[in-house]
């Protein structure tokens, strides 16, 4: 049972998120071979201000 955890900044909306994990299922099984069905994935939100990205703090980009 493969398990995958997405950490990103907050601020998709909900079908984006939903896409994601979609594809994230998708891609495990053609690429492993996995039951869709037992395929475990979540989204871990983190704020914008609190992520450094080529030493800009996202929060930042966005302004």
């Known amino acids: 049972m493969p398990f995958i955890q997405v950490t ?3 601020g998709r909306t909900a079908q984006q998120k939903r896409d994601l994990l979609a594809a994230l299922a998708d891609a495990v099984t ?3 071979g996995a039951p869709r069905e037992a395929v475990r994935a979540w989204i871990v939100e983190v704020d914008p201000g ?5 030493g800009v703090i996202l929060a930042d980009r966005a302004s």
């Open 50 to 54: 609190e992520v450094i990205a080529g």
């Open 30 to 32: 053609a690429s492993i």
């Open 8 to 10: 990103m900044a907050a």
